[in-house]
């Protein structure tokens, strides 16, 4: 018995697809790998575009707040030295004049914008990766998600007693679990609340029908009059 005691209580240890965990492991490690790609991406446009700025997109914002004309603060060349060639009555001339390289204005203008897109990004993919790591890891936000669709569906009272709430705790943390909370949500995300509700009401009267069906079912085996007629017939 205290073997098996044992084997529970460090049951967390071994994952697997029935630890309870295995999904939002997988969907959260998912996240983080969204997080190191876009800091990746982040970091090496940052390197390759200014060297001379910590922050390149930012610095050059910088420089026309505080008045640079657009060339000046450009880190992609717009003028340059072009050598040509000229025939005049049959001789060749090489001239060198200065050039307009009108694809690089462009190109550093769609450059910005990916370097801001990249923050933009990367700041939504560490919120989101707070978020779910809070809301499918902390015992509280799991218990406030299925008791308010609980309470909308009337499947458990405004008023708690002790039998709704132990029911309601099981339910959670032996029959749910945090995998089972984490597909709600996700059903929550593309099937909305109803659905959500009906789902989450049928499985909770399902296990509270179960578990007081053990319960009764203790209480008639350890009643004083099973044990008397128990002794009668040995």
């Known amino acids: ?23 939002i492991s997988l969907y959260l490690f998912t996240k983080l790998l969204y997080v190191v790609n876009v800091v990746m991406q982040f ?11 910590t922050f ?19 880190h992609f060349p717009r003028v340059t030295m072009c050598d040509f060639n000229v025939r005049v009555l049959g001789n060749i001339h090489r001239w060198t004049v200065q050039c307009v390289l009108m694809i690089n204005m462009f190109n550093e203008k769609v450059y910005i914008f990916l370097w801001w ?32 669709y609980l309470r909308c569906m009337g499947a458990i009272s405004e008023q708690w007693n002790v039998r709704d709430e132990r029911h309601l705790n099981d339910f959670i943390k032996k029959f749910l ?26 499985l909770f009267n399902r296990y509270r029908a179960r578990a007081e069906d053990k319960l009764s ?18």
């Not at 018995?1 to 209580?9: A, E, P, Q, T």
């Not at 809070?134 to 008791?147: K, N």
């Not at 079912?217 to 040995?234: F, K, M």
């Open 43 to 53: 970091v090496i446009l940052n390197a390759f575009l200014g060297p001379q700025y």
């Open 117 to 148: 897109w990249f923050v933009l990004v990367g700041v939504l993919s560490v919120l989101s990766l707070l978020y779910y790591l809070i809301a499918l890891t902390i015992a509280t936000c799991q218990r406030e998600f299925v008791s308010r």
């Open 1 to 23: 018995m205290s073997r098996l005691m044992c084997i529970r209580n460090y049951d967390f240890l071994h994952f697997g697809k029935r630890s309870g965990i295995y999904l």
């Open 217 to 234: 079912t203790l209480a008639v085996t350890e009643s004083p009059d099973s044990s008397s007629s128990w002794h009668r017939r040995q």
């Open 56 to 74: 390149w997109g930012a610095g050059i914002l910088a420089d026309i707040w505080n008045g640079k004309e657009w060339n000046e603060s450009g």
């Open 177 to 202: 679990r945090p995998d089972g909370v984490f597909l709600l949500r996700l059903i929550q995300t593309n099937g909305g609340d109803l659905l959500v509700g009906e789902i989450v009401t049928a």
